[in-house]
């Protein structure tokens, strides 16, 4: 069985390290990027990846460039938007740019680390859906 591979494209280094962490434990190998230049290298570079996760406040991108670049280099990957923006614009700008989940920081992680955990058979539990105070629903434009 092939590994599961995930990227985390994070500035902020206890945000990263606490998802690094946490997809690691769900079985994923997990590579770590800080600027939205080096989460491309790794993109173009690598074509493992099974997830990719992205916050939208990065320091050399803006947000829905990063998530256009990030699906069109990795096309099957199941993509991750964390952010702390919770308004409807955002989080329809992130699904039409190519998102697949959409999570509102800090909300949800407990609940995405259980869905991580059923992949690959369980990928459905993470198309299309929000998770943040509310919990997790369906995305619906």
Same mark, same amino acid.
């Given at each position: 069985?092939?590994?599961?591979?995930?990227?985390?494209?994070? &500035?902020?280094?206890?945000?990263? #390290?606490?998802?690094?962490?946490?997809? %690691?434990?769900?079985?994923? !190998?997990?590579?770590?990027?800080? /600027?939205?230049?080096?989460?491309?290298?790794?993109?173009?570079?690598? %074509?493992?990846? /099974?997830?990719?996760?992205? #916050?939208?406040?990065?320091?050399?991108? /803006? &947000?829905? &460039?990063?998530?256009?670049?990030?699906?069109? =280099?990795?096309? !099957?990957?199941?993509?991750?938007?964390?952010?702390?923006?919770? !308004?409807?614009?955002?989080?329809?700008?992130?699904?039409?740019?190519?998102? #697949?989940?959409? =999570?509102?920081?800090?909300?949800?992680?407990?609940?995405?680390?259980?869905?991580?955990?059923?992949?690959? !058979?369980?990928? &459905?539990? =993470?198309?299309?859906?929000?998770?943040?105070?509310?919990?997790?629903?369906?995305? %619906? %434009?």
């Amino acid at each position: 069985m092939t590994p599961l591979c995930a990227l985390v494209v994070e &500035d902020e280094p206890a945000n990263q #390290d606490f998802l690094v962490r946490l997809i %690691s434990l769900a079985g994923f !190998e997990v590579k770590g990027a800080s /600027t939205g230049e080096e989460a491309l290298r790794y993109a173009r570079e690598l %074509s493992c990846f /099974t997830l990719v996760a992205t #916050d939208l406040q990065l320091p050399d991108v /803006t &947000d829905m &460039d990063l998530v256009v670049q990030l699906r069109a =280099l990795q096309p !099957e990957a199941l993509l991750l938007v964390a952010t702390v923006w919770s !308004e409807p614009s955002k989080i329809n700008s992130a699904f039409a740019s190519g998102c #697949d989940v959409f =999570l509102v920081k800090p909300h949800g992680f407990m609940d995405l680390f259980k869905r991580l955990k059923k992949l690959p !058979e369980g990928r &459905d539990q =993470l198309t299309r859906i929000i998770i943040d105070q509310y919990g997790c629903r369906p995305y %619906s %434009s």
